[in-house]
């Protein structure tokens, strides 16, 4: 299966485990889903259990680690739940597919695992909603193929809220990884490095997007006032879009919509232009 069905199938396709075990709850991603673990931040914020459960999240090249990891867990006196995307069986408790998608199939499980099942079925609609607008090709009315235009020829600077920062390490994991393409987290503080980094070579600003990723805060909106006259355009994509109470939907949403995808939609290989060779 190709990975633009992959993404098209890819919202209410969790089947894994949705038991609710014990509380309290730790959380830790190595390898492959890394970016799970920091997406479930709202819900379970990463952190080692003394009691409880310990989720650590794996695949097969950092099984080494989450094994230390899970022995750190045992003897500190909490259960552990090792997911992973593959490995020695023997220590796996849930396995979940590989690849780009095991971001979402590690966020969903955290989620049912520690009573989110409502945010769990909230991020699946607001995923089936997505899916659905991006297999257009007026790119007026599909969200993926109107950002992959505007970042076309461009260098993404990701920027996003404290406690949002899984976001832009999301991105720029989805431009690398799937839209072969570079972009530059500017994380913590914005505004030293904003405010500085442009004023050795003014021209150092051409050809680059500042992209603000969930809500836009004051720091933040100072950051883009800063933006705005150093690049060639300030894109926001907001939370209020996929409005739900707490973060951790939306904040898969936005991952869905992350700026390597465009070029699997159907139809968007073959248009021109576009942010990558899928």
Not at 89 to 106: D, F, R, S
Not at 154 to 180: F, I, N, Y
Not at 233 to 243: K, M
């Amino acid at each position: 299966m190709s990975l633009a069905s992959l993404l098209l199938a890819l919202p209410h396709s969790y089947n894994g485990p949705q038991q609710i075990q014990p509380s309290p709850y730790g959380v830790v991603g190595t390898g492959d889903t890394v970016l799970a673990a920091a997406l479930a931040g709202p819900l379970i914020p990463a952190s080692f259990a003394a009691s409880g459960t310990q989720f650590v999240l794996g695949s097969p090249d950092s099984s080494a680690l989450a094994l230390e990891y899970t022995a750190l867990a045992e003897a500190a006196g909490a259960q552990v739940r090792w997911v992973a995307t593959g490995g020695d069986a023997e220590h796996i408790n849930t396995l979940i597919p590989a690849g780009v998608t095991a971001t979402y199939h590690g966020a969903q499980y955290l989620a049912y695992a520690t009573g989110n099942a409502a945010e769990a079925e909230e991020a699946d609609r607001l995923l089936a909603a997505l899916a659905e607008r991006c297999v257009g090709d007026d790119p007026e009315t599909n969200p993926a193929r109107e950002l992959a235009w505007r970042l076309h020829g461009r260098t993404p600077l990701l920027l996003a809220d404290e406690g949002s920062e899984a976001l832009v390490l999301a991105w720029q994991h989805l431009l690398a990884r799937v839209g072969k393409s570079y972009a530059v987290p500017v994380l913590g503080d914005p505004l030293p490095v904003l405010s500085g980094m442009f004023e050795a070579r003014h021209e150092q600003g051409d050809a680059k997007v500042g992209l603000i990723l969930g809500d836009l805060t004051p720091r933040l909106d100072l950051a883009r006032e800063v933006m705005e006259s150093r690049v060639d355009e300030v894109i926001h994509l907001p939370f209020a879009e996929y409005s739900t109470d707490t973060p951790y939907a939306p904040g898969l949403a936005l991952w869905y919509l992350g700026p390597g995808l465009p070029c699997t939609w159907p139809n968007w290989a073959d248009s021109r232009p576009k942010t990558a060779q899928c």
